[in-house]
């Protein structure tokens, strides 16, 4: 049978001073590296929805439009990069019980890339806010260190050259050991 689907969100609209490099050019960017690496090294038994949301700046009309059209269509899980490009500091889970094992698994993964599991609930983002509510989906939270974000964020200085190149790898890095694991967990990932 076929398992509920990987839904990934950024958003390609930006704040009117800056060319959105950061908020959320980069985003976009992390979330296509990290499914293309996934496809790259076998099929997923999950597919994996990149969504590129618009209009998030405006009132977040492109996250709710995708929750609006495919409110019917399983999904299992949503996570979004929204907070830059700079490193991932820890990770937190919206996961049922049962999916413990996968949890610790993905946490496993990140010692080479010293991210730290965190002990909150994870929350959802704009972009996958309407269809986490909708379906009641688990939520994996990528943290991103965000010491320079506010100072870039909506600003003539939200431009390309603010990117890290050296963050912005451990970052992809982050999100393709997450997905490759989340893809192929054939369990319930229903949140409790």
Known sequence: PDLPMIVIACHLDSWD????????????AIISAAAKHVMENGTPKRTIRLLWAGA??????GGKAYADKHKDTPHAVAMESDFGADRIWQVNFNLPKSASS?????????????????????????DIGAIVAAQKLAVIDLSQDGTRYFSLHHTPDDTLDKIDPEQLRQNVAAWTSTLMLLSQYEGDLSPE
């Open 56 to 61: 998030e700046e405006v009132g977040v009309y």
């Open 102 to 126: 996968l949890a610790d698994e993905i946490s496993a993964s990140f010692a080479p890339l010293g991210i730290a599991r965190g002990r909150k609930e994870a929350g959802e983002g704009a």
């Open 17 to 28: 001073l800056g060319t959105g490099a950061v908020d959320d050019g980069a985003g976009c």
